[in-house]
């Protein structure tokens, strides 16, 4: 079956643009997490969604960064007025239920560049 | 708070030699879970086992094996007769059964590289 995919794949922004990142979780997925990947380090957790209610944004660094799943499926990560550290590849996950003991399926990542 | 350290930062061999990443946690929780991913250099994360704090069997799948020992809290992954394929960043992660919210909790990575 489809794994979860990420959309793009790649983004170059220029510092001061607003990005929108797209997660398409596994079908049928209830939980849906973002973590952020910077250079030479481990993921680091921004969000978390079950269905489309927000449980946990602790991890989100600052008000620029802002994420939505509406209808409990796709997911969009959006930041504002992007700065140089945001570059780094984010990743979403995804698991099938609310334990946490599931494991998250993780996407390819966007990885985002900001000039 | 809860913590992963990966020690290793780089490990370099020959292909068909055994290789052991370490990784050591930190939790207060008294459940919890740990995992191991790998990273190749395509980028996403490949899930490869998740282990329950209660079972302290130690598991093999294939040329892969895994030790898990909670008196030093250490969740170490063995590959036995390694191969080129496997040269990637493998990430050892944590999550609390009760705090931190649902959140895994990742260790720094050890890139692997296996040469032919």
């Known amino acids: 079956g489809a794994g979860v995919s990420q959309s793009p794949r790649y983004k170059v922004a220029k510092r001061g643009q607003d990005v929108a990142l797209r997660c398409d979780p596994i079908?049928?997925?209830?939980?849906l997490f973002w973590y952020q990947q910077a250079l030479g380090q481990g993921p680091e957790f921004l969000t978390y969604f079950q269905n489309e209610a927000q449980l946990d944004k602790s991890g989100l660094p600052s008000d620029r960064f802002f994420a939505e799943r509406p209808e409990g499926s796709v997911s969009t990560l959006k930041i504002q007025r992007t700065q140089q550290e945001d570059s780094a590849v984010y990743l979403c996950?995804?698991?099938?239920?609310?334990?946490?003991?599931?494991?998250?399926?993780f996407g390819p990542g966007t990885r985002l560049l900001v000039l | 708070a809860q913590k992963v350290t990966q020690a290793q930062t780089e490990i370099s061999v020959v292909e068909k030699e055994d290789v052991t990443l370490d990784c050591v946690y930190e939790?207060?929780?008294?459940?919890?879970?740990l995992f191991w991913y790998k990273q190749p250099p395509s980028g996403e994360l490949v899930f490869l086992i998740r282990?329950?704090?209660?079972?302290?069997q130690n598991e093999i799948s294939g040329r892969y094996s895994w030790n898990f020992q909670k008196s030093t809290s250490s969740f170490n992954f063995t590959i036995t007769a390694s191969q080129v394929v496997d040269s990637a960043v493998y990430f050892c992660?944590?999550?609390?059964?009760?705090?931190?919210?649902?959140?895994?909790?990742f260790g720094e990575g050890t890139q692997l590289t296996v040469n032919p």
């Open positions: 992660a944590l999550r609390p059964k009760e705090t931190s919210g649902s959140r895994l909790t």
């Open positions: 282990r329950n704090s209660f079972d302290e």
């Open positions: 939790t207060r929780d008294t459940t919890y879970y």
């Open positions: 079908s049928g997925h209830v939980s």
């Open positions: 996950a995804s698991s099938i239920r609310r334990t946490r003991q599931e494991t998250q399926y």
